[in-house]
């Protein structure tokens, strides 16, 4: 008799388990461990599409200045922000400019500002203070329970 592998389950172990394919009529479930929910904050379901509402950081831990936030289902690091209007704005921890991942950027009135060249990212997404520069990517986020949402 063969031992299995380590790390691989002998096959009785897997025969009801919705791995990677499901058996026929049986969906997927839409919560995960790690805050991942198929559903937004409001409780509207997903579209279908790829995005994926996680649970984030409390909302308390977000002001003014730039938060790094690492998702790990799926993996992403994110930078949170709020404007000074309070609204919070979540974007992509990779400047667009040389995909330098900005964990020690710094807010400059309400635009994330790259340490590597400058760039500074509103809101939007837009660069601010160059016109050539491609946007930035802005990440979905809601407020709802205490916490931040982010539509990754």
């Known amino acids: 008799m063969s031992v299995p ?3 691989d389950d002998p096959p009785s172990a897997r025969a009801g388990s919705l791995g990677d394919n499901p058996p026929p009529g049986t969906r997927r479930p839409t919560m995960h461990e790690g805050g991942m929910s198929a559903m937004s904050p409001a409780g ?8 994926v509402w996680v649970r984030g950081p409390r909302s308390a831990d977000v002001g003014r200045t730039v938060l790094v936030w690492r998702s790990t289902t799926p993996a992403r690091t994110v930078l949170l922000w709020r404007t000074r209007s309070g609204t919070p704005v979540a974007t992509d921890a990779h400047c667009p400019h040389r995909a330098y991942l900005m964990v020690d950027a710094r807010l400059v009135r309400d635009a994330v500002e790259c340490p590597l060249h400058g760039y500074r990212f509103g809101a939007d997404g837009r660069c601010v203070n160059f016109r050539r520069s491609p946007d930035a990517q802005i990440i979905g986020v809601r407020e ?3 916490c931040l949402w982010l539509a990754l």
């Open 5 to 7: 592998a380590s790390g």
């Open 44 to 51: 509207e379901a997903n579209s279908g599409g790829a995005q």
């Open 144 to 146: 709802a329970d205490g």
